[in-house]
């Protein structure tokens, strides 16, 4: 078992918003705001991201169960900036976020608070096979496909087909 007691100050950023005991867990109840700090950290350790795709991978490994607000995650990178545990760069109008070696040393110190973290949120993403779940899934995979730097428009038509042919088979049920 782990708790949100850490060596380390969490600034106005970190919030003990609850976990909730039953249902989905929404909004911040998915994790509090200094958790998240430690899930954000980890993925950008992962991978350098731009703001927008923590969101969306944040999304995706709750089974769309949670969506962070452009609001929880950019005040939160600021953060990090503004902590030395991440640098960012100039990518076309974005801005790619990069941990540093004070963001991996801070990961290091924490690791076994991360990695609690980190389980808990797969096991909470791992029993999203419902509708709403396989909705953000499809969601996510067409909006993937079509922010491809230049999706052409036969691969544009293609989607197009898959999902009025899904659209279909779906009200075929009813019949």
Do not use: W
């Not at 999203?128 to 052409?152: C, I, N, S």
Request: aromatic share 4%; hydrophobic share 35%.
């Amino acid at each position: 078992m782990f708790t949100t007691d850490h060596p380390h100050r969490h600034h106005a950023a970190h919030g003990h918003h609850g976990h909730g005991g039953g249902g989905r867990p929404r909004g911040p109840k998915m994790f509090d705001a200094g958790a998240m700090r430690y899930i954000v950290l980890q993925l950008i350790a992962d991978k350098p991201r731009h703001g927008y795709e923590l969101i969306k991978e944040l999304e995706q490994r709750s089974g769309g169960g949670y969506t962070p607000s452009p609001g929880a995650i950019y005040p939160l990178l600021s953060m990090l900036l503004d902590m030395g545990h991440v640098s960012a760069s100039p990518d076309g109008n974005k801005k790619l976020h990069t941990i540093t070696a004070e963001g991996e040393a801070f990961l290091a110190e924490n690791r076994q608070f991360v990695d609690a973290v980190v389980a808990r949120m797969n096991e909470q993403a791992e029993p999203r096979d419902d509708l709403r779940a396989v909705m953000h899934e499809l969601k996510h995979a067409v909006m993937e496909q079509g922010k491809d730097q230049q999706p052409t428009p036969e691969k544009l038509e293609q989607i197009r087909a898959i999902l009025r042919q899904a659209t279909a088979d779906i009200k075929a049920l009813a019949a």
